[in-house]
């Protein structure tokens, strides 16, 4: 929410994907995606979508036309290579109208790897084909850790050993034939997964009833933080009354309205709310689904602060925990907008710059989201101690992860409290009355912390067992560098995972064999679980690291 000090870091920059985290194209001008191409098809990557309705109501869509090339497909290069072993996933959304087919064909979508530096790319790539249905939007995610995939060569190993494909074909119905079909894609992502799974539910307000909102779970912040005023010249003076913030027919309602209000002596032309969590937390995701108000002079804001900002006024300050200021506080701006800026959705984090806790600097992307005004949205974060990932509907539109972490670049290590306010900003126009924040629910969910009192170490040799029953002998344990996962057949196909003592997921494999080799060289010393997924249940196991 504040801004003092321009330093953004431009996550649309050419880099590689897998330093990149996210790579994407929304067909609209926000996108970093630059070298789509149609092979043996018609491809308009700007085109009019002809179908606003369900879950895509975008300007902008990527048209698909097979007129009969048997190799139909669009794609493009990167400028380096995916990791596919690091959680990642392609995701896309698309529209098959029943009218522009034309022949029998299976209604599918296949995305396929290749290596664009070898002489037939074709020869070694990899693809997982799913099934569509036609006449609806719809979201597919192609994971090659979890679905099943197509080598073309029998010869090619387990694409999630290989770092050498750098392109992306999709193609709609199969190939090799001479049918025709018309498809919209839209929404195309290429992310790095959260490695924690945040599945449990540790805060919300649903914001049932009607009347005052619930005070055992906000506190209205209404005293100037400088002198006799806001930051960012803001307009308006924040309110504890009910005309500014109120619950009704199962939303919140924070209200920006024009009207003199005398306050801490001084006297403005506009009140809103400005709602300071009494809850704090460390790692989570937080989901807020939101409708945003409309118009210029309006900046309404979900977000956090450490709770050690010694801000004067804000609750935790009140209450003895404010020993920092901002930005040595660190700030996760969930979801900014802008009147003047409609349909823009922009995330942030703050912290100071590099020798000077002082000085902000932050790193910013934004998002087009059509209809943030007249229709609800999701807008989330997940914060681990690796990263901070913003998205809008599941969409991301920014990573944040510092190479270096320290006490300028990640702040982000302590509690923080989350923020729900409507600005007032200097660039009003006369038919400002009183727009409205609408907010169906705000929840915050952390990881489930594994059960492992029932794991027990069976024998020296790396055999352990839990109280199942059912073995897996893990080898050599204690290990260095290089761990052995030994199953009986029956067993294989079974999927593993690998967690810190506290829960974390580290890494996940399909165990394909009866033996499986695992690079544990870059863990720290310590205590790790394993979990193996089974038919009959999950059972889980432990190792140490030396």
Not at 426 to 453: A, C, G
Request: glycine content about 6%.
């Amino acid at each position: 929410m504040r801004i003092f000090i321009f330093v953004a870091i431009c996550f649309f920059s050419t880099v590689s994907y897998s330093q990149l985290q996210t790579i994407s194209d929304n067909f609209e001008g926000n996108g970093n995606i630059f070298s789509w191409y149609g092979g043996d098809c018609g491809m308009d990557n700007h085109f009019v979508n002809p179908y606003q309705s369900g879950n895509n109501n975008s300007a902008t869509v990527l048209k698909y036309s097979d007129n009969g090339g048997l190799f139909a497909h669009v794609g493009f290069n990167g400028v380096s290579n995916f990791n596919l072993n690091k959680n990642s996933a392609f995701s896309l959304k698309i529209y098959v109208p029943s009218n522009s087919l034309i022949g029998n064909q299976t209604n599918q979508i296949s995305l396929k790897l290749q290596n664009s530096l070898q002489t037939e790319p074709w020869s070694t790539q990899c693809e997982i084909i799913k099934p569509i249905v036609l006449n609806q939007w719809q979201t597919i995610t192609f994971d090659f850790a979890s679905d099943n995939y197509v080598n073309f060569s029998n010869t090619s190993p387990n694409p999630l050993s290989r770092s050498d494909f750098n392109r992306v074909l999709i193609q709609i119905n199969g190939e090799n034939n001479m049918s025709q079909v018309v498809a919209y894609i839209d929404d195309f992502q290429y992310s790095i997964k959260n490695n924690v799974a945040f599945d449990n539910l540790v805060w919300s307000d649903e914001f049932d009833g009607n009347g005052a909102i619930n005070f055992s779970k906000w506190f209205q912040q209404t005293q100037f933080p400088i002198g006799s005023s806001w930051f960012s010249n803001e307009q308006q003076h924040y309110t504890n009354r009910i005309d500014n913030s109120y619950v009704s027919n199962g939303t919140l309602k924070i209200v920006a309205k024009r009207e003199a209000y005398t306050n801490q002596g001084i006297t403005k032309q506009y009140t809103s709310a400005r709602l300071n969590s009494k809850f704090s937390f460390k790692y989570g995701r937080v989901e807020v689904r939101a409708k945003l108000p409309q118009g210029n002079g309006t900046w309404p804001a979900i977000w956090m602060l450490g709770k050690n900002i010694n801000e004067l006024g804000a609750y935790w300050q009140l209450n003895g925990y404010g020993t920092v200021a901002w930005p040595a506080c660190g700030e996760i701006d969930i979801m900014e907008h802008w009147g003047s800026n409609q349909n823009v959705i922009s995330s942030a984090v703050h912290h100071p710059i590099n020798g000077d806790l002082s000085i902000d600097e932050y790193s910013t992307n934004a998002q087009y989201k059509n209809g943030v005004s007249s229709d609800f949205h999701v807008y989330a974060v997940e914060w681990n101690n690796e990263r901070i990932t913003f998205s809008v509907d599941g969409i991301i539109h920014l990573n944040y992860e510092p190479l270096i972490k320290n006490q300028y670049t990640w702040p982000f290590d302590a509690e923080q409290y989350i923020l729900l306010n409507v600005a007032v900003l200097p660039n009003e126009t006369v038919d400002f009355v009183q727009p409205t924040m609408e907010i169906d629910y705000v929840r915050v969910y952390q990881q489930t912390i594994l059960n492992i009192k029932d794991v027990t170490i069976k024998n020296d040799h790396g055999t352990i067992k839990n109280n199942s029953g059912n073995e897996l002998t893990i080898f050599p344990n204690p290990v260095k560098d290089r761990l052995n996962l030994m199953i009986a057949e029956n067993q294989i196909g079974n999927r593993v995972k690998i967690y810190s003592i506290l829960g974390q997921e580290l890494n996940s494999y399909i165990l394909n064999n009866k033996k499986t080799i695992v690079d544990v060289s870059s863990y720290k010393k310590g205590i790790y679980l394993v979990k193996m997924e089974t038919s009959s249940g999950n059972k889980i196991y432990k190792f140490m690291k030396e």
